[in-house]
């Protein structure tokens, strides 16, 4: 019993550390857009769609991680 608890707080830390890239990625591409519409308001709305789309993948990345941590 007390093993089982181990391992499932063993995954959640794992998690814990993994979610650490998709959180950074997802900084870096928030920080490239707001510098890129700094230099080009104009392009805003091409800017903000390629913003969001990273935004979803790198996220995905994180709920895909979460679900391995409670399969696993």
Request: aromatic content about 6%; proline content about 3%; charged content about 5%.
């Amino acid at each position: 019993m007390l093993a089982m608890a181990i391992e499932g707080s063993a995954n959640m830390i794992g998690y814990g550390l993994a979610a650490i890239g998709p959180g950074v990625g997802i900084g870096l591409i928030f920080a490239a857009y707001i510098n890129g519409v700094a230099r080009q308001p104009e392009a805003q709305g091409r800017l903000q769609t390629i913003a969001i789309l990273g935004f979803a993948l790198a996220e995905a990345l994180a709920i895909i991680g979460i679900a391995l941590a409670f399969v696993l």
